[in-house]
C-alpha cells in the first residue's frame, strides 16, 4: 500500500522555497487577514493580488488578479461568493478545488479545536481581499 500524493500540498509545502524561503512556512496562528493571505495565497496570487505569484506559472489556468473582484461583478464585491469559493462549498470556474489549487475550508478546519476559527479565518481573507479593491 503506498501513499499517493497530491499536488496541492506539495504546493503548500514547495511555494516558500519557490518565495526563496529557506524552510517550509508553517500553519500560521494568525487571525489577521493580510497574514493569512501572504501565508496561503500569495504563493499563488501574487504578494499583491495581482495574480503573479512565484508558482503562478507552474499552474495550468492563471491565478486571477483579486484586485478587481469588484470591477468584474458590477461594482459590488462578492465576499460570501468568493468564502464559498475558498470553503470549496462552491465550484468556480478558476482553478480552486482542482488538483491546481486546494480549497482552504478543510484545511483551516482541521488546524482548529473550534471549526468556527476555520470559518473565521477564510472571512479575514475575503475582508483583506475586500480592502484591496
Sequence with gaps: ???QLHFP????FFAPFLQGQSTPRK????MDGKELYQAYCASCHGA???GNGPVASALKRPP???TTLTKRHGGKFPGADLEKVILGDKISGAAHGSSDM???????RQIENDMDLGLMRVHQVVEYLKKLQ
Excluded at 9 to 12: C, E, G, Q, S, V
Excluded at 27 to 30: E, H, K, Q, R, V
Excluded at 102 to 108: D, I, R, S
Design 48 to 50: 499583491e493580488a495581482k
Design 102 to 108: 486546494p480549497v482552504w475550508g478543510p484545511v483551516f
Design 1 to 3: 500500500m503506498g501513499y
Design 27 to 30: 500553519m500560521i496562528a494568525s
Design 9 to 12: 500540498f506539495l504546493l503548500l
Design 64 to 66: 486571477p488578479d483579486l
